[in-house]
């Protein structure tokens, strides 16, 4: 069965420093893979994607993505974090049943909270 | 253009009584699928329907059932509830199937189980 794992739960960070949130998952092959952030008593909005080809996604709000094949891992990183940027940051990987119609599913992991400081 | 919306946003209920929960899909989207997010974690996968049928399940008790009308809203539907039912509902619509990979999630009922 395929696993997320963000290690970390919680970070903080100095408003203007930058920002690295750390995913990896376990599946047999590449997944989607999917960065969300969720503010407090929100739902989730959707950071950016990786499907295939290169391996470096640019998201909304300044954020950007690797993905290393060679370690499982999808990790998201701004340049410069905003007091804004407080949220929790979910990893997810999407995985696709072929019986039928077809559907399609979502995996996440536990989310990190990012808190920022002044 | 519309996003995803669920009502209602709060409900409290006690432990036994059943509950529905509604969803509107993104303005275009056909798929809805619904998500329970406890706690501290992050959100795991109820079921999704498609053409007014559940595609697919997760592992979840059939307490838990849903429904797709004709023009794609859909209900979540909870019976006998527990206290562990108590969280945040999710619902995320997608179209296909130019887009079924991306899902876009509304705000969320909370539920609280007393």
């Known amino acids: 069965a395929q696993s997320v794992t963000q290690p970390d739960i919680h970070i903080t960070v100095s408003e203007g420093a930058s920002l690295e949130l750390r995913c990896n998952y376990s599946y047999g092959a590449t997944p989607y893979l999917f960065w969300y952030v969720q503010s407090p008593g929100q739902g989730l909005q959707l950071l950016l994607k990786?499907?295939?080809?290169?391996?470096l996604v640019q998201g909304i709000k300044g954020f950007e993505a690797e993905f290393k094949r060679s370690q499982s891992s999808f990790t998201l990183r701004k340049p410069s974090v905003h007091w804004s940027d407080a949220a929790e940051y979910f990893c997810?990987?999407?995985?696709?049943?072929?019986?039928?119609?077809?559907?399609?599913?979502?995996?996440f992991g536990k989310g990190t909270k990012l808190s920022v400081i002044p | 253009d519309a996003g995803v919306t669920q009502s209602p946003t709060h409900l409290i209920k006690t432990r036994g009584q059943q509950v529905t929960l509604r969803c509107s899909p993104k303005s275009g989207h056909d798929t809805v699928s619904w998500y329970q997010q406890a706690l501290g974690q992050g959100p795991q996968f109820i079921f999704q329907y498609y053409e007014e049928e559940e595609r697919q399940r997760g592992n979840f008790p059939d307490r838990f059932s849903g429904h797709q009308f004709p023009n794609y809203s859909s209900e979540l539907n909870v019976n006998a509830l527990l206290l562990g039912d108590s969280a945040l509902y999710l619902c995320?619509?997608?179209?296909?199937?130019?887009?079924?990979?991306?899902?876009?999630f509304g705000p969320g009922t909370r539920l609280l189980v007393l």
């Open positions: 995320a619509s997608s179209l296909r199937p130019r887009d079924l990979e991306t899902q876009y």
């Open positions: 997810a990987v999407g995985l696709f049943s072929y019986s039928g119609a077809g559907s399609y599913q979502l995996t």
């Open positions: 990786y499907f295939s080809g290169d391996t």
